[in-house]
């Protein structure tokens, strides 16, 4: 499947205000990438693919992970987190990418985790700080954004985290691990 044919199905699976936001995401990623040496494709790639899951219906989602052996614990958190796990593994099933890096890019890019790498962190910044993301702090994640991809990423997981706690919700654990990780 080529890149354009990759894009049409994508934006198929969301509204157009999604679509906006993956416009945004995409060339944030690459943004991003050229910035940090990364590669810009790959970066795209998983920027493209990673909401493709977002509207899909609760069973739906729940009906992979549990099917596709996908870590169960996940049902245990808010579903906002779903589509991650369940787009990574769209990706290499319905989209066909075999590249690991970008799966785990696609995958990791709501909840973060420990150790993440270079092309993980880019597209996780990337989901925060599109240019159609308005949020109290998302300028300075922006602004930090310009000089250190760790730092930035560290406020972006902080301010998740700050809202989570304010709306009572639980943290998923890998979260409150990737944001202890960046300050190691």
């Excluded at 602004?143 to 998923?172: M, P, Q, V, W, Y």
Aim: aromatic residues 8%.
């Amino acid at each position: 499947m080529n890149r354009e044919q990759m894009i049409e199905k994508v934006r198929a699976e969301m509204p157009e205000r999604r679509w906006l936001h993956t416009q945004g995401v995409m060339e944030t990623a690459v943004i991003l990438a050229n910035r940090f040496g990364e590669d810009a494709v790959r970066a795209e790639l998983a920027a493209i693919l990673h909401d493709v899951s977002k509207y899909w219906n609760v069973d739906r989602m729940q009906k992979v992970i549990r099917d596709q052996a996908l870590p169960a614990e996940l049902l245990l958190y808010d579903k906002e987190l779903w589509h991650a796990p369940v787009g990574a593994w769209v990706a290499e099933h319905e989209f066909g990418v075999a590249d690991t890096e970008v799966l785990d890019a696609i995958r990791y890019h709501t909840s973060g985790r420990r150790g993440m790498s270079k092309l993980e962190k880019i597209v996780c910044l990337a989901d925060y700080m599109e240019p159609g993301r308005e949020f109290p702090g998302v300028d300075k994640i922006r602004e930090l954004s310009e000089h250190s991809l760790d730092l930035a990423l560290l406020a972006g997981f902080n301010s998740t985290i700050s809202f989570l706690l304010e709306k009572g919700k639980r943290i998923f654990p890998l979260t409150i691990e990737a944001r202890n990780s960046l300050l190691e």
